[in-house]
């Protein structure tokens, strides 16, 4: 999926690897179903499957090797979308965190709940314990976000 929307997969820094994160669980969000199941954790979604193929693809990669594709992603339609979608973000780890955050806490924090009434809770959330966004950026990722359906309940 990375060789597909243009991003090089690299394991080797601690902001690479959260896009390694990052990426699929906006991807899956997106529509693009690539079978991972991610819980909360310290810097948002995070799978333990997406960290070992990333690692696995990583080696293979840097050991010259051209890993197995997954030809049913590659032609899917909604790659593209998601390629103009992620494009601009897809080197911003910043972004990214704050991104998948907020989806993933929409979507299994805040279903019910219209999304003009939870914004200041999901600031709060995002902020609180683990890491101080600025609210202007987390803003920003929100009206980016929402127009698009990702925080659609």
Request: aromatic content about 14%; charged content about 25%.
């Amino acid at each position: 999926m990375f060789n597909a929307i243009g991003k090089n997969l690299s394991m080797e820094e601690f902001e690479d690897r959260l896009e390694v994160q990052k990426i699929p669980f906006l991807a899956q969000s997106f529509g693009i179903n690539l079978d991972y199941s991610f819980t909360w954790y310290l810097k948002g979604p995070y799978s333990k499957t997406v960290a070992k193929d990333g690692f696995t693809v990583y080696e293979s990669l840097k050991n010259g090797q051209t890993p197995n594709l997954n030809q049913d992603l590659l032609n899917h339609e909604q790659l593209s979308e998601f390629r103009e979608f992620i494009s601009p973000h897809m080197d911003d780890p910043l972004w990214l965190e704050v991104a998948a955050s907020l989806v993933y806490l929409r979507k299994e924090n805040y279903v019910e709940e219209p999304l003009d009434q939870i914004i200041g809770y999901l600031i709060e959330d995002l902020t609180y314990g683990y890491k101080n966004f600025d609210e202007a950026l987390v803003r920003r990722v929100i009206s980016e976000l929402h127009p698009i359906g990702l925080l659609n309940n």
